[in-house]
């Protein structure tokens, strides 16, 4: 039988977990990207929402999804020194240096800016990951003699393709949209663009599972 092999091409996505830090001010909690800490307040960046300019009074707790490296410059110091970041919670900061886990209260904190992550081997990055990987599968889907289960699976892998790829495209689309209007009218388009983030998992996993399936229709020589 012959055997066709499966090229793999970066696709269009970003994974989400690089917007997994959360913040809580007052009562409302949003995900979203710690940017830094400067002038007295938090800079948050809320995925396809606004940027949040915080005061430490107002926010309860700061988590991050893991650890990252800031540089941070204290009351006293000439110069930013390096630290890992934990979080923040009752006007204190947590973090890491020397081996050692530390805290500071707000007023002691002139300045924290995350730093960008450091590339990983390849070229890839240590925090973010890389685009989501697509199948190309462009030099199979002309043949028609291919067996029953192959074809089923190309067939299924296509759809959920093209349904994944349709979505993020109208991502960019709504995006693009929200960036040349300002106001009430932007906050309201952001709001929609948010709420599309509950039904990108379940396309994802779709994505994933015809991605299995194709690969176990078509193994490896």
């Given amino acids: 039988m012959k055997k066709w092999a499966l090229l793999v091409l970066l696709g269009?996505?970003?994974?989400?977990?690089?917007?997994?830090?959360?913040?809580?001010?007052?009562?409302?909690?949003?995900?979203?990207?710690?940017?830094?800490f400067e002038n007295g307040k938090f800079t948050f960046q809320v995925?396809?929402?606004?940027?949040?300019?915080?005061?430490?009074?107002?926010?309860?707790?700061?988590?991050?999804d893991k650890p990252r490296e800031v540089s941070l410059?204290?009351?006293?110091?000439?110069?930013?020194?390096?630290?890992?970041?934990?979080?923040?919670?009752?006007?204190?900061?947590?973090?890491?240096?020397?081996?050692?886990k530390l805290t500071a209260?707000?007023?002691k904190v002139k300045?924290?800016?995350?730093?960008?992550?450091?590339?990983?081997?390849?070229?890839?990055?240590?925090?973010?990951?890389?685009?989501?990987?697509?199948i190309d599968v462009s030099h199979l889907e002309h043949l028609t003699d291919l067996p029953p289960k192959q074809s089923t699976a190309?067939?299924?892998?296509?759809?959920?393709?093209?349904?994944?790829?349709?979505?993020l495209v109208e991502n960019t689309r709504m995006m693009a949209a929200a960036d040349a209007?300002?106001?009430?009218?932007?906050?309201?388009?952001?709001?929609?663009?948010?709420?599309?983030?509950i039904n990108e998992q379940p396309i994802l996993r779709a994505l994933e599972g015809a991605e299995a399936e194709l690969l176990a229709a078509f193994p490896a020589e």
Wanted: cysteine-free; overall charge positive; glycine content about 10%.
């Fill in 47 to 64: 995925r396809y929402g606004e940027t949040l300019h915080a005061s430490p009074s107002s926010v309860k707790m700061l988590e991050l």
């Fill in 12 to 36: 269009l996505s970003v994974s989400s977990s690089v917007w997994a830090d959360t913040i809580t001010i007052r009562n409302k909690t949003y995900k979203g990207r710690l940017e830094k």
């Fill in 181 to 197: 209007v300002t106001g009430e009218r932007r906050i309201a388009m952001l709001q929609d663009l948010n709420a599309r983030k």
């Fill in 73 to 100: 410059l204290l009351s006293g110091m000439k110069k930013a020194e390096k630290a890992v970041f934990h979080g923040f919670q009752g006007s204190k900061f947590t973090y890491e240096q020397g081996g050692k």
């Fill in 111 to 134: 300045k924290m800016e995350v730093k960008a992550p450091k590339p990983a081997a390849g070229g890839g990055s240590s925090e973010i990951p890389g685009p989501h990987k697509i």
């Fill in 154 to 167: 190309l067939k299924a892998y296509v759809a959920a393709r093209d349904s994944y790829q349709a979505f």
């Fill in 105 to 107: 209260y707000t007023m």
